[in-house]
Nanobody
């Protein structure tokens, strides 16, 4: 069974940092682009970032550009999202998902194009 598991969420003060992990079981992530999404209460799921199979081709939402960094370790079969300078508006459940291709493409922020969603990890930014 293909499954992704997110971890690393928690409560952090504004300006703080968290590093999320997305681990795969039952399959290898190496052949797929991987996206991070988030969903705040009452809002639609939005794309945060995406990374291609080479680990160098990345894209970010404007709201997180310069603060978040996506990376992958194919040997560990894991994708990471390092979040710095966190803001209240970053509060959400964060999900990772598989894109059925090697590269993120122009539709990288469209959740409907992704699959094998994890259960999510809660990130709360509060003082």
């Amino acid at each position: 069974q293909l499954q992704l598991v997110e971890s690393g969420g928690g409560l952090v003060q504004p300006g703080g940092s968290l590093k999320l992990s997305c681990a795969a079981s039952g399959f290898t992530l190496n052949y797929y682009a991987i996206g991070w999404f988030r969903q705040a209460p009452g809002k639609e799921r939005e794309g945060v970032s995406c990374i291609g199979i080479n680990g160098y081709t990345t894209v970010y939402a404007d709201s997180v550009k310069g603060r978040f960094t996506i990376s992958r370790d194919n040997a560990e079969n894991t994708v990471y999202l390092l979040m710095n300078n966190l803001k209240h508006e970053d509060t959400a459940v964060y999900y990772c998902a598989v894109f059925p291709g090697h590269w993120c493409g122009s539709r990288w922020s469209s959740a409907q194009d992704f699959g094998s969603w994890g259960q999510g990890t809660q990130v709360t930014v509060s003082s």
